[in-house]
């Protein structure tokens, strides 16, 4: 039985024809890449002020404990 090849659109820009298997076109795939990419690093500074603002909630505690 010989499968039949049919082209999808891809899934952001509905516009453009995807790679075998692939959910986004070509010019997508990169964007997207980019937006994970700066989605992680926001997450990252994000996180990183709470664990800041963690740690200065535990130096506060232990300096009125200690008075």
Do not use: K
């Not at 820009?13 to 298997?21: A, Q, S």
């Not at 980019?34 to 603002?53: I, P």
Request: aromatic letters at 10%.
């Amino acid at each position: 039985m010989r499968r039949r090849f049919t082209h999808v659109m891809c899934i952001r820009c509905h516009e453009n024809e995807t790679p075998e298997g692939r959910p986004y076109c070509i010019h997508c795939t990169f964007a997207v890449r980019a937006e994970v990419e700066d989605g992680l690093r926001r997450l990252t500074d994000y996180l990183t002020a709470w664990a800041a603002f963690d740690q200065w909630c535990a130096s506060r505690t232990r300096s009125a404990a200690a008075a």
